[in-house]
């Protein structure tokens, strides 16, 4: 092979590896595939055609480049997060080459991304929530489509926890038990293909069926499996989603700072406050080790205090 296609051919290999063995979704898929085409063209203007050729240096460069910028390349710096996406992304690569033997030594093991700065989430209060859900539309009442899909999204996500992937990767047969007096359950198909299924109430269900029965026919026209669908009857976009919530936030007077991932983070933080375990809340949010959870707990640190300072002994 000549010029870079060694390196081509060996990135696409590991996003193939990615995407068969590891159950990557598309999103994750396609954000590894822009970084590693960074990293492609950083290992070929040092004139490396070959992972075999790659030093220790030569990643630490690629890191250097990310965090402080490249002027002359237009390039400008990333935010550290974003810094550790992609070496992460490097490090995968290096990490495959070498257990598939294309390199005997895996050189980027030692080049340690940046640490993030902890941002704790941001979880809505209670009732300014119920607010945000309530201003989409009307389960009772509302005649209009689309706002009755907007009203059933909201309580989805909040009532599930789900991801707005998740949430848009929906099909109608996910549901079960809508009409139940304790609610229902909607099955979740979350990172690498795993499955779990999340308990809906009452007021979830109840929007879900209002949106069923009296909107999506009219949106679904030409049928398919996908639950929330756009007004041709396609699978709604992601960028329908945070139009919806951002709308709904507006409303509300919450501001820009409002997205799908706040209701995911509300969710958790509500859950914990009102006293569930952390590893309940755990499974219920999809998440492999408890330790990505545990920064929900930081949220509810004013709760905890206040339970200590009426309850403990020592505390007056």
């Known amino acids: 092979m000549s010029g870079d296609a060694a390196v081509d051919s060996q990135i696409r290999g590991f996003l193939d590896h990615l995407a068969v063995e590891r159950g990557a979704s598309p999103h994750t898929l396609a954000a590894y595939r822009r970084d590693l085409d960074r990293y492609r063209r ?10 075999a050729s790659v030093s220790e240096s030569h990643v630490e460069e690629f890191r250097t480049v990310l965090s402080t910028g490249d002027p002359d390349a237009g390039q400008r710096a ?11 992304a490097v ?16 050189t980027a093991a030692a080049v340690r991304p940046p640490t993030p700065a902890k941002r704790l989430p941001k979880a809505v209060p209670v009732d300014r929530m119920i607010a945000m859900i309530e201003s989409a539309g009307e389960t009772e009442t509302d005649t209009e489509p689309a706002r009755l899909r ?9 009532a599930s926890g789900a991801r707005a ?15 139940h007096a304790e609610g229902g359950s909607v099955l979740l198909r979350g ?11 009452r007021p979830a269900c109840d929007a879900v069926s209002a949106y069923l029965v009296r909107a999506r026919p009219a949106l679904a026209i030409q049928g398919g499996p996908a639950l929330f669908v756009n007004s041709r009857g396609g699978r709604l976009s992601r960028q329908t989603l945070w139009n919806v919530v951002g709308d709904a936030a507006r409303r ?20 914990l406050d009102g006293g569930a375990d952390i590893r309940v809340v755990q499974e219920l949010l999809g998440h ?19 339970v200590w300072a009426e309850c403990h002994p020592r505390a007056r």
Not at 42 to 51: E, I, P, Q, R, S
Not at 78 to 88: K, W
Not at 257 to 271: E, G, M, N, Q, Y
Not at 288 to 306: G, W
Request: hydrophobic share 40%; proline share 3%; net charge negative.
């Open 42 to 51: 950083h290992l070929g203007a040092a004139g490396v055609t070959d992972l």
């Open 78 to 88: 990333l935010a550290p997060s974003s810094v550790a996406r992609a070496l992460a």
């Open 91 to 106: 490090r995968g690569l290096h990490r495959f080459a070498t257990r598939d033997g294309v390199t005997l030594v895996d």
């Open 150 to 158: 907007n009203r059933a999204m909201l309580e989805l996500l909040y």
């Open 165 to 179: 992937t998740e949430l848009l990767g929906l099909d109608v047969d996910d549901l079960d038990g809508l009409d």
């Open 191 to 201: 990172k690498g293909g795993k499955e779990r299924v999340v308990p809906l109430g």
């Open 252 to 271: 509300t007077g919450l501001g820009q700072d409002i997205s799908p991932h706040s209701f995911r983070h509300s969710f958790a933080t509500h859950l």
């Open 288 to 306: 492999s080790s408890v330790t990505t959870t545990q920064v929900y707990t930081l949220v509810t640190v004013d709760t905890l205090r206040e």
